[in-house]
């Protein structure tokens, strides 16, 4: 199974403020992805980071709020723009591996706790 | 649209107990489903897959059944313990091959 780390672990912001968090996989992957998860909320899906392509936004998502990279197989970072208080959330990075049956699975980083002030 | 929606949104039981989390989703139309755990803060760690094709999967203590036509899964967990105090999300992977997650239930196990 995929082992995924994110940096940071957690942050305090100030508004205005921009962060990047980074999303490292042990392993080359195509397709990566980004949740948020705001207090008290379950996951929503931010984007699809594919490599080589621009990332696909979910609605509610846009590209100059969380600007998104994927220089390779293997690595991603989302950045948070101009942040306020209502950005506070935990972010996922998570990657989809098919084992030989062709079966998906989803593996996740453990997330980045940000708090915006 | 597919919705996923998870009761009992909280659950607190003695220490082993079995009991039940049970997860509905609107459109029967799915690849799989996972259960998942997550800690505090955490992310979250992959308990069971089930793909739409099976009925069930077990892994130690848990058990996840998927019951597609009626938009149903339960994830029984036997004998609990303190340590699997958490909350658990089920998602399903659907027709837009998207996962989509449900509100949670908020495990607390007491000694």
Redesign the interface.
């Known amino acids: ?1 995929a082992v995924i780390s ?1 940096k940071p672990s957690r942050d305090i912001c100030q508004r205005g403020t921009s962060l990047t968090i980074q999303c490292q996989v042990d392993s080359q992957v195509t397709m990566m ?1 980004w949740y948020r998860q705001q207090p008290g ?5 931010i984007a ?1 980071a594919n490599q080589g392509s621009e990332a696909t936004y ?1 609605s509610g998502f846009v590209i100059d709020k969380f600007p998104i990279s994927r220089p390779n197989l293997t690595f991603s970072t989302l950045t948070v723009s101009n942040m306020s208080p209502e950005d506070s959330s ?1 972010y ?1 990075c998570s990657v989809e591996e098919t084992n030989n049956s062709w ?9 980045t ?1 940000l708090l915006v002030l | 649209k597919q919705e996923v929606t998870q009761i009992p949104a909280a659950l607190s039981v003695p220490e082993g107990e079995n009991l039940v989390l049970n997860c509905s989703f609107t459109d029967s139309a799915i690849y799989n489903l996972q259960w998942f755990r997550q800690d505090p803060g955490k992310g979250l760690t992959s308990l069971l897959l089930i793909q739409s094709s099976q009925r069930e999967q077990t892994s130690g203590r848990l058990n996840a059944s998927l019951d597609k036509s009626s938009g149903r899964s339960t994830l029984y967990i036997a004998a609990s313990q303190p340590g699997d105090s958490a909350t658990y999300l089920c998602a399903v992977l659907s027709g837009t091959y998207k996962y989509i997650f449900g509100t949670g239930t908020r495990l607390k196990v007491l000694a």
């Open positions: 199974s994110q992805f909320q379950s996951l929503t899906l699809t979910e935990i996922l079966e998906e699975t989803q593996y996740f980083g453990p997330g706790r």
